[in-house]
């Protein structure tokens, strides 16, 4: 049986984005261990996908205006690709990658929308590369399975339209908070209330990502005499440690406030908690040392602390941060899937929410084990943040026995979602 699946996947120009990655890696885990023996992901790297995952790929439709401009262009994109998969041999230019996406549904034997947070207005052209891939697929007659979504919170009313249609075409819609649950339900009730049936909540589909791999083995990496005032640790894996993820996102706050409340942050916490801070950036190079996407910011502050309890993690792949979240004492991020792994693994573990769209993920990812330590970036700023970083850590006994008594429950039915999955896809 083959699936063709659409994700933020694919390494370019050696820059990784670790949790878009993670959650289409887990629903090709999965769907392999239910009998999916083929699968095509549509990648924005196709050559570095395939091999990676040891899967077929091709490039996506691709939904940047088009001659039209804006959003009428998107609209016009869409009805073409439509007319193509309905069978015209006029709608679009020989050469248009949309053809291949056509072409790899009709040869798969069911179409799945890997997870994602991406169905929002900001990203519309994501919300119409996977409305229209569900439309080729009922076109084509493929059935289609959405997982894992976070929906919104900024949703005008086009874009919604575009979303019930994916709905509509689909016969399981998964969301992973409960915001996005009610805002599916709604969108459910205003289209056919029937539809309501088909949303179902679940956890982050990459939470469990790796987790029955060996203990982290962490390794450090010497940044040298760039790093401040502290020189970083090298090979330092055997500390305990407070792992840091932070997304190069700040919102409204003014970034030089931010890196300055972020340090002294980490200062207090390294300074009361004995714990090393240990950075690993989740959209960063895959080249070892090279400091782009979120190591700038780490970089920044590092650079302005004064505690040498310091290291740099390099970035590898999903699995290995996954395991590097789930092996720290602590954890604090403005990232979404480190948070994820965390929890998932007991970690206690602190958020720091830039906007509405941010603060909606992590209340979710960390609510899912019984955590509620998130706060507001501008509460960083005023100071707050450092003193429910603490709590959470002298919480942290607590912290371990809810996950206790949660785990089992949320794996299994983790496990049940993915038998689902495979079911309706015809597995």
């Not at 790929?57 to 869409?78: K, M, N």
């Not at 407070?242 to 997304?247: D, N």
Request: hydrophobic share 45%; with cysteine.
């Amino acid at each position: 049986m083959r699936t063709l699946a659409i994700g933020d996947v694919g390494v370019v120009d050696d820059m990784i984005h670790i949790g878009d990655e993670a959650m289409t890696e887990e629903l090709v885990v999965q769907l392999r261990r239910r009998r999916v023996d083929a699968v095509t992901l549509l990648s924005s790297a196709p050559d570095e996908t395939a091999a990676r995952y040891d899967v077929d790929a091709v490039r996506p439709i691709g939904f940047a205006p088009g001659p039209l401009g804006g959003r009428d262009g998107q609209v016009e994109r869409l009805e073409r690709v439509l007319a193509a998969a309905g069978g015209s041999r006029t709608a679009l230019p020989h050469d248009d990658p949309a053809l291949a996406v056509i072409e790899a549904v009709r040869e798969a034997d069911a179409v799945a929308v890997a997870g994602g947070g991406n169905m929002a207005s900001r990203w519309s052209l994501h919300v119409f590369e996977r409305a229209a891939l569900g439309a080729v697929a009922r076109v084509v007659g493929r059935p289609l399975v959405v997982t894992g979504q976070t929906i919104g919170p900024d949703l005008v009313a086009d874009d919604e339209r575009l979303v019930s249609g994916l709905l509509r075409d689909a016969r399981l819609f998964g969301v992973r908070e409960s915001a996005s649950h009610t805002l599916m339900r709604r969108v459910a009730d205003d289209t056919a209330p029937d539809l309501a049936r088909k949303v179902v909540q679940n956890v982050d589909d990459a939470s469990f990502l790796g987790a029955d791999a060996a203990p982290p083995v962490v390794t450090g990496l010497d940044a040298g005499a760039s790093a401040g005032p502290g020189s970083l640790l090298v090979g330092a894996g055997s500390f305990p440690y407070c792992a840091v993820s932070l997304s190069t996102h700040v919102g409204d706050a003014d970034r030089r406030q931010v890196v300055s409340a972020l340090a002294r942050l980490l200062d207090r916490v390294a300074d009361e908690t004995g714990l090393e801070i240990a950075f690993l950036a989740h959209w960063a190079s895959l080249n070892e040392g090279e400091e782009r996407g979120d190591s700038v910011l780490h970089r920044r502050v590092i650079d302005a602390m004064t505690t040498s309890r310091v290291r740099i993690e390099p970035t590898t792949d999903s699995v290995a941060a996954a395991r590097f979240a789930r092996g720290a004492s602590l954890h604090l991020t403005s990232r979404y899937h480190p948070a994820v792994f965390a929890v998932a693994g007991g970690v206690p573990t602190v958020g720091i929410s830039v906007d509405e769209y941010t603060r909606v993920k992590l209340t979710g990812a960390l609510g899912a084990f019984g955590q509620t330590s998130v706060a507001s970036v501008e509460a960083l700023v005023l100071g707050s943040a450092a003193r429910l970083a603490l709590a959470t850590w002298d919480d942290a006994a607590q912290v371990r026995a809810r996950w206790e008594s949660r785990v089992g429950s949320v794996r299994t039915a983790s496990a049940g979602w993915w038998d689902r999955v495979a079911e309706e896809l015809g597995a």
